[in-house]
């Protein structure tokens, strides 16, 4: 596996450092709860991915109480991912249309933080897709569009690449 290269371009916002701060706190928790778990002999994945999941359909339950279950991928890309959100992962948006919503976050705290702990490039990976399981969430609670995840950070590639695609509607 690629060495993990990890390092923001955004170094000077107050406000960008601190919410990102706040994220690598959070990544903190959710790395050692998953370290606990797994010295009681629970799976990182059995554990994780449900919970984190979970988390990303409560998100998505309150988006789609604002535009709907039906909504497009448009009308959902003007409520993710904005705001302090863009400069926090570094995003760039490739893509926002009636077919689909592409990101690529350059910079992730998440990893930061799971770096700074110690965990291992492995652990790293597996936390990642975790993590991602809260976009899972998000998008599964709309009709038109869906999730998918290309290479991350946590994988050695320079962005995290995340998808959202409208979905073909089914002829009966």
């Given at each position: 596996m690629p060495k993990i290269t990890n390092q923001p371009t955004i170094t000077d916002d107050e406000m960008t450092t601190r919410l990102r701060?706040?994220?690598?706190?959070?990544?903190?928790?959710?790395?050692?709860?998953?370290?606990?778990?797994?010295?009681?002999?629970?799976?990182?994945?059995?554990?994780?991915?449900?919970?984190?999941?979970?988390?990303g359909e409560m998100h998505g339950s309150r988006v789609e109480a604002e535009i709907g279950k039906d909504a497009s991928v448009e009308e959902?890309?003007?409520?993710?991912?904005?705001?302090?959100?863009?400069?926090?992962?570094?995003?760039?948006?490739?893509?926002?249309?009636?077919?689909?919503?592409?990101?690529?976050?350059?910079?992730?705290?998440?990893?930061?933080?799971?770096?700074?702990?110690?965990?291992?490039?492995?652990?790293?990976?597996?936390?990642?897709?975790?993590?991602?399981?809260?976009?899972r969430g998000i998008a599964s609670k709309f009709e038109n569009f869906g999730f998918s995840l290309g290479h991350t950070i946590a994988q050695g590639s320079r962005s995290c690449q995340i998808r959202f695609d409208t979905r073909k509607k089914t002829e009966h």
């Open positions: 701060n706040a994220i690598e706190h959070r990544a903190t928790w959710m790395y050692n709860l998953l370290k606990e778990a797994k010295k009681q002999g629970l799976s990182w994945d059995e554990i994780g991915r449900k919970a984190v999941f979970e988390t959902f890309a003007k409520k993710f991912a904005v705001g302090p959100d863009r400069k926090i992962f570094e995003m760039e948006v490739l893509k926002e249309d009636e077919n689909g919503y592409y990101l690529d976050f350059h910079y992730c705290p998440l990893v930061s933080a799971w770096q700074k702990l110690g965990a291992t490039e492995e652990e790293i990976e597996e936390l990642c897709d975790i993590a991602m399981d809260g976009d």
